[in-house]
């Protein structure tokens, strides 16, 4: 493949953040727009917070969005070698100094200064480079630089705003400024993708890209172009929180959201299509992203919007697409993924496929996730109605006609014509021998025989469940309130 080349780089330190998610499908749809390459690089060098189900996850969640990488997954670890020849050729050219100071020192001589951070103290010292030492950056004296930016225009940071930072701990770690620098020399990136949190150490990795091209050891390469992303917030317009904000990728599998609806979503943060559609085909993301066009103002990450585009989604399948989607959360036995912690409340012997295609119809039109299918239908597969208490006592035990609607039901649904019309207009007779309209009188039916107030259509529920379920249900309803 030709073209330009981009990475998305997290650290596997938790679970795949839905920032992450929107970083990397920026850079998937600007490569795929261009012609480019799309590369995953995994920044494990931290090994105290790293673990390998993290890294998995980041995997499973791009493959999930279907955000196939060209090259990959690349272990930071292993590119320590290259971080470590760039941090000796920054040092024997001059760039970089040893520095023996401790934090405490620094706070102590620095306390009171206008300027807070590291004061240069060992700058032209001539600190001897031992195993006690770190080494710094020497940032300029005076003067800017400049970070030309697609998203936001040319940035201008000024050095004095800089203190000299550490760039080689005393214990040989090279830190992320200059390690992501350098694998992005290395992986020969073209444009650089990412969130606007990472804006403020950009000045320091181009000061030491340039610094590098300097050195006759390292071979010149050109700068990349950056593009900073709008942060996405909260709805108080807050930088989501990994404790507060529910920000994990896989928990939105996990309750039933399709990676379609949950592409498009991302592809609106920051971005929209030409025209006033929302909802748009992956195809037509590709076609018309530009990078030009992203917004810098912060991005609401609204889940009320996700979760009622994901129901458009759902309910634009096909009958056969949707019961194909719902089978991990109706029958996990048959599918090769399941959605983590979660079981369905039948066993596989009270499963009936055949009923589940033929209510499949009714339930789609009335969720937005597909984990709200198995409460939806569980009583249609259990032998005990599933009682929601508060319902029953709300609906039947505390509701003075609920129990002669009940009575009256048993009677009628005994030789009623078996058809959803036909338990349709029975039930709105009844109703009106009690002066009750349809609404009162079917909410005791519906809780006696499905065991909740909501639900797919009753009549048509009904009419699959058969007769002699329907009025065991009225009869064990009637009992339980002591009829």
């Given at each position: 493949m030709s073209g330009p080349r981009v990475r998305i780089a997290?650290?596997?330190?938790?679970?795949?953040?839905?920032?992450?998610?929107?970083?990397?499908?920026?850079?998937?749809?600007?490569?795929?727009?261009?012609?480019?390459?799309?590369?995953?690089?995994?920044?494990?060098?931290?090994?105290?917070?790293?673990?390998?189900?993290?890294?998995?996850?980041?995997?499973?969640?791009?493959?999930?969005?279907?955000?196939?990488?060209?090259?990959?997954?690349?272990?930071?670890?292993?590119?320590?070698?290259?971080?470590?020849?760039?941090?000796?050729?920054?040092?024997?050219?001059?760039?970089?100094?040893?520095?023996?100071?401790?934090?405490?020192?620094?706070?102590?001589?620095?306390?009171?200064?206008?300027?807070?951070?590291?004061?240069?103290h060992c700058r032209d010292r001539h600190v001897a480079r031992t195993d006690q030492t770190a080494l710094r950056f020497r940032v300029p004296d005076e003067g800017t630089t400049v970070v030309h930016d697609v998203i936001r225009g040319d940035i201008t940071f000024a050095h004095d705003s800089y203190e000299d930072f550490i760039v080689v701990r005393s214990n040989g770690v090279v830190l992320y400024p200059l390690a992501n620098a350098v694998d992005d020399r290395t992986m020969k990136i073209t444009h650089i993708i990412r969130g606007e949190d990472l804006l403020p150490t950009t000045p320091k990795q181009v000061m030491m890209w340039e610094a590098l091209n300097h050195c006759p050891e390292v071979e010149s390469v050109d700068h990349p172009k950056y593009a900073h992303l709008p942060m996405l917030v909260n709805e108080q317009r807050k930088k989501l929180s990994k404790r507060k904000d529910p920000v994990a990728v896989e928990s939105y599998r996990d309750q039933g959201y399709l990676p379609e609806a949950f592409v498009?979503?991302?592809?609106?943060?920051?971005?929209?299509?030409?025209?006033?559609?929302?909802?748009?085909?992956?195809?037509?993301?590709?076609?018309?992203?530009?990078?030009e066009d992203v917004s810098h103002s912060p991005a609401f990450f609204d889940v009320k919007k996700l979760t009622h585009?994901?129901?458009?989604?759902?309910?634009?399948?096909?009958?056969?697409?949707?019961?194909?989607?719902?089978?991990?959360?109706?029958?996990?036995?048959?599918?090769?993924?399941?959605?983590?912690?979660?079981?369905?409340?039948?066993?596989?012997?009270q499963f009936d496929p055949s009923l589940f295609s033929h209510v499949a119809h009714l339930v789609q039109e009335r969720v937005a996730t597909l984990g709200e299918i198995p409460a939806m239908v569980s009583f249609f597969f259990l032998d005990d109605v599933p009682f929601d208490d508060v319902t029953f006592e709300k609906a039947i035990a505390q509701d003075?006609?609920?129990?002669?609607?009940?009575?009256?039901?048993?009677?009628?649904?005994?030789?009623?014509?078996?058809?959803?019309?036909?338990?349709?207009?029975?039930?709105?007779?009844?109703?009106?021998?009690?002066?009750?309209?349809?609404?009162?009188?079917?909410?005791?039916?519906?809780?006696?025989?499905?065991?909740?107030?909501?639900?797919?259509?009753l009549f048509e529920s009904m009419e699959l469940l058969g007769r002699e379920v329907v009025l065991e249900r009225l009869r064990g309803a009637l009992a339980r309130a002591g009829a």
């Open positions: 997290p650290s596997p330190t938790g679970f795949m953040h839905v920032g992450t998610a929107r970083t990397a499908l920026f850079n998937w749809l600007f490569s795929h727009q261009s012609g480019g390459v799309f590369i995953l690089r995994i920044e494990d060098t931290d090994a105290e917070r790293n673990r390998d189900e993290w890294r998995e996850g980041i995997i499973a969640g791009l493959h999930w969005l279907g955000l196939d990488f060209d090259e990959g997954p690349f272990l930071q670890s292993d590119l320590l070698p290259d971080h470590v020849v760039a941090a000796e050729a920054l040092f024997a050219n001059g760039y970089l100094y040893p520095c023996d100071c401790t934090r405490e020192e620094i706070d102590e001589r620095t306390k009171g200064n206008a300027k807070p951070g590291y004061d240069g498009n979503y991302l592809a609106l943060l920051g971005w929209s299509p030409r025209g006033e559609e929302e909802i748009v085909p992956r195809s037509t993301l590709i076609e018309q992203f530009r990078l585009m994901n129901g458009e989604y759902i309910r634009a399948l096909s009958l056969e697409q949707f019961i194909e989607a719902a089978t991990p959360w109706v029958a996990p036995w048959s599918s090769e993924w399941t959605p983590s912690d979660r079981d369905v409340p039948w066993t596989r012997e003075g006609t609920a129990k002669n609607v009940l009575t009256l039901a048993l009677d009628a649904f005994a030789t009623v014509e078996w058809s959803a019309d036909a338990l349709h207009h029975s039930t709105l007779q009844l109703g009106e021998s009690l002066g009750l309209a349809l609404r009162k009188s079917q909410a005791p039916i519906r809780c006696a025989i499905t065991g909740t107030s909501v639900g797919p259509p």
